[in-house]
């Protein structure tokens, strides 16, 4: 029962599908359901891949991964690039954190969030492109599927003994403090037995690499902001996203 209630808070949440129904108290199985993030992961990415499948057997695989990118917009609402962009704008802001802070809560999109976006869309395009043969239908299918769970995953790990802060009281990061360390392990597991699944040795390689990148990041946002707040939780994504795939591209090259 949590496990579903969870999923439809999530999709309430992360999307703009609404799933209709009463679940109480919703910010209780937002943050209780943690461990089930990895699994909302696969079905948002189970949608985006499918429609990448479907799209590479009509059109060549970089466009219909571009037209994945645009879906992902539509599907989410450019929940996870918005925080990216805001968390661009406050800390390259080279302010003082508070200022930092408000900064990323200015709803105006500023000049180092733009091209932070525009540096995330040709990173993905660019490295997707680059190696497409690592990406071809079924691959492709795979590397889709997997990203959005992996992203998903990095968010739970970052809960880890989380310090919230905020330019002002509350924010929807807030609902993720105190979460359980065994719901973050649980998520931790959902991740690499999927990714082992998937890719055997190099799915271990693959978490490895986005769990070193995490501890940095994890570093850097705390000596610049001080605490995690919504931004720089979900901004993270679209940083995992790239890494993510840029690991699988090279991997599969070499191994």
Same mark, same amino acid.
Request: proline content about 2%; charged content about 15%.
């Given at each position: 029962?949590?496990?579903?209630?969870?999923?439809?808070?999530?999709?309430?949440?992360?999307?703009?599908?609404?799933?209709?129904?009463?679940?109480?108290?919703?910010?209780?199985?937002?943050?209780?359901?943690?461990?089930?993030?990895?699994?909302?992961?696969?079905?948002?990415?189970?949608?985006?891949?499918?429609?990448?499948?479907?799209?590479?057997?009509?059109?060549?695989?970089?466009?219909?991964?571009?037209?994945?990118?645009?879906?992902?917009?539509?599907?989410?609402?450019?929940?996870?690039?918005?925080?990216?962009?805001?968390?661009?704008?406050?800390?390259?802001?080279?302010?003082?954190?508070?200022?930092?802070?408000?900064?990323?809560?200015?709803?105006? #999109?500023?000049?180092?969030?733009?091209? &932070?976006?525009?540096?995330? *869309? !040709?990173?993905? =395009?660019?490295?997707?492109?680059? +190696?497409?043969?690592?990406?071809?239908?079924?691959?492709?299918?795979?590397?889709?599927?997997?990203?959005?769970?992996?992203?998903?995953?990095?968010?739970?790990?970052?809960?880890?003994?989380?310090?919230?802060?905020?330019?002002?009281?509350?924010?929807?990061?807030?609902?993720?403090?105190?979460?359980?360390?065994?719901?973050?392990?649980?998520?931790?597991?959902?991740?690499?037995?999927? #990714?082992?699944?998937?890719?055997?040795? &190099?799915?271990?390689?693959? *978490? !490895?690499?986005? =769990?070193?990148?995490?501890?940095? +990041?994890?570093?850097?946002?705390?000596?610049?902001?001080?605490?995690?707040?919504?931004?720089?939780?979900?901004?993270?994504?679209?940083?995992?996203?790239?890494?993510?795939?840029?690991?699988?591209?090279?991997?599969?090259?070499?191994?």
């Amino acid at each position: 029962m949590t496990l579903f209630k969870s999923m439809i808070a999530y999709f309430r949440f992360f999307t703009r599908i609404y799933i209709p129904g009463d679940l109480g108290n919703e910010l209780y199985y937002l943050n209780h359901g943690s461990k089930f993030l990895p699994i909302f992961g696969l079905l948002i990415g189970l949608i985006e891949a499918s429609i990448y499948y479907l799209g590479a057997l009509v059109v060549q695989a970089p466009l219909a991964f571009m037209v994945v990118l645009l879906t992902d917009v539509c599907l989410t609402g450019a929940m996870h690039q918005d925080g990216f962009a805001d968390l661009s704008d406050g800390i390259f802001s080279s302010r003082k954190q508070e200022r930092m802070l408000e900064i990323m809560k200015d709803s105006r #999109l500023g000049t180092m969030g733009a091209l &932070a976006l525009i540096f995330y *869309y !040709l990173f993905m =395009v660019g490295i997707f492109t680059n +190696y497409v043969d690592q990406f071809r239908l079924w691959d492709g299918y795979s590397a889709i599927l997997l990203m959005h769970m992996v992203g998903k995953s990095d968010i739970v790990l970052l809960f880890y003994k989380m310090k919230y802060r905020n330019a002002t009281h509350g924010g929807l990061g807030q609902i993720w403090s105190n979460v359980a360390i065994s719901d973050i392990v649980i998520a931790q597991v959902i991740a690499i037995a999927f #990714l082992v699944g998937f890719y055997q040795v &190099a799915g271990v390689i693959i *978490y !490895l690499i986005q =769990v070193l990148f995490l501890l940095v +990041y994890r570093r850097f946002i705390l000596k610049k902001l001080g605490g995690f707040n919504g931004d720089s939780l979900g901004g993270v994504v679209p940083i995992t996203n790239v890494l993510f795939l840029l690991s699988v591209g090279v991997l599969g090259a070499w191994l």
